[in-house]
């Protein structure tokens, strides 16, 4: 069996080429698999694990491709940290580009809820983009019947997808001049670092580093945007220290889904600018 795996120093992520077993999931994200909640919740929390939300995704047809776990100093929060799941409807049609994801977003310390968004996985680059309007996202509290109101969740938020597959496809045909470019890698830097403290400058984030991403279209320019972004590994120069060396990659869950969902809107926003011009 074959496995892309992937570590930094904030969380730990791992990403299968098949979907996941128990045992792969129990390894590198503990808090899955939870038997409890933390000791920190009350009577009111109604503990249900994710990994029996996973099962009865399953059963639908959702199968686990990648997980993320946030690493925290406290080491009696490891096993209830907040998690990240990415699951594959068996319905989904993977092209030569990207397949269709649901995200899965939940924690047993009382940092989460239960969180549906939607997802696109880019084979070229082994990205894992979160797209989808903030509004179109599910949110199921820890209470009631959770496992049922996360499945139905799965489903509206795979209906979202097949909408967003269409925008990317929009996406594709808006082409870019290279200033246009250079804008929107510029506001995109805003969403990470604050004004004039970046250690980057924007056309390093469009530099093109594969021939797939060459055409000048939106679509191609948001994605090198976003894997520059979020994995970073571009070289550049604090402003603060002067010091050189590479950015780092947006460890934490909390800040990857934040900042994918930045960029999407951010997206969004400058197609609607380009059709109305």
């Known amino acids: 069996m074959s496995y892309r795996y992937a570590r930094s120093s904030t969380q730990n992520t791992f990403r299968s080429?098949?979907?996941?077993?128990?045992?792969?999931?129990?390894?590198?994200?503990?808090?899955?698999?939870?038997?409890?909640?933390?000791?920190?919740?009350?009577?009111?929390?109604?503990?249900?694990?994710?990994?029996?939300?996973?099962?009865?995704?399953?059963?639908?047809?959702?199968?686990?491709?990648?997980?993320?776990?946030?690493?925290?100093?406290?080491?009696?929060k490891?096993?209830?940290?907040?998690?990240?799941?990415?699951?594959?409807?068996?319905?989904?049609?993977?092209?030569?580009?990207?397949?269709?994801?649901?995200?899965?977003l939940n924690s047993h310390d009382g940092t989460s809820?239960?969180?549906?968004?939607s997802g696109f996985f880019r084979f070229v680059c082994s990205n894992g983009l979160i797209a989808g309007d903030v509004c179109n996202d599910v949110r199921v509290r820890h209470s009631g019947n959770v496992v049922d109101n996360v499945i139905?969740?799965?489903?509206?938020?795979?209906?979202?997808?097949?909408?967003?597959?269409?925008?990317?496809?929009?996406?594709?045909?808006?082409?870019l001049s290279g200033p246009e470019q250079i804008l929107l890698a510029e506001e995109a830097l805003s969403l990470r670092w604050d004004a004039d403290q970046a250690p980057v400058i924007p056309a390093q984030l469009i530099a093109v580093k594969r021939s797939a991403d060459a055409d000048p279209s939106l679509w191609n320019t948001f994605n090198r945007i976003q894997e520059g972004l979020t994995q970073g590994g571009?070289?550049?120069?604090?402003?603060?220290?002067?010091?050189?060396?590479?950015?780092?990659?947006?460890?934490?869950?909390?800040?990857?889904?934040?900042?994918?969902?930045?960029?999407?809107?951010?997206?969004?926003?400058?197609?609607?600018?380009?059709?109305?011009?």
């Open 234 to 277: 571009i070289r550049g120069r604090s402003p603060a220290t002067g010091k050189s060396g590479r950015t780092r990659a947006v460890g934490g869950v909390t800040e990857n889904v934040k900042l994918n969902k930045a960029l999407w809107s951010l997206t969004e926003k400058f197609a609607q600018l380009k059709t109305a011009a």
């Open 152 to 175: 139905e969740g799965s489903f509206e938020v795979l209906q979202n997808l097949q909408m967003i597959e269409s925008r990317i496809e929009e996406y594709k045909g808006i082409k």
């Open 113 to 117: 809820a239960y969180q549906l968004l």
């Open 17 to 76: 080429t098949y979907a996941m077993s128990n045992d792969a999931i129990r390894h590198y994200a503990p808090s899955v698999l939870a038997e409890e909640a933390h000791e920190s919740r009350g009577e009111r929390y109604t503990f249900i694990p994710t990994i029996q939300v996973i099962d009865g995704l399953r059963a639908q047809g959702f199968q686990p491709y990648e997980v993320r776990q946030t690493r925290v100093r406290d080491a009696s």
């Open 78 to 104: 490891r096993e209830h940290t907040k998690h990240l799941v990415r699951l594959r409807h068996e319905s989904a049609i993977a092209t030569n580009e990207q397949v269709g994801e649901i995200i899965l």
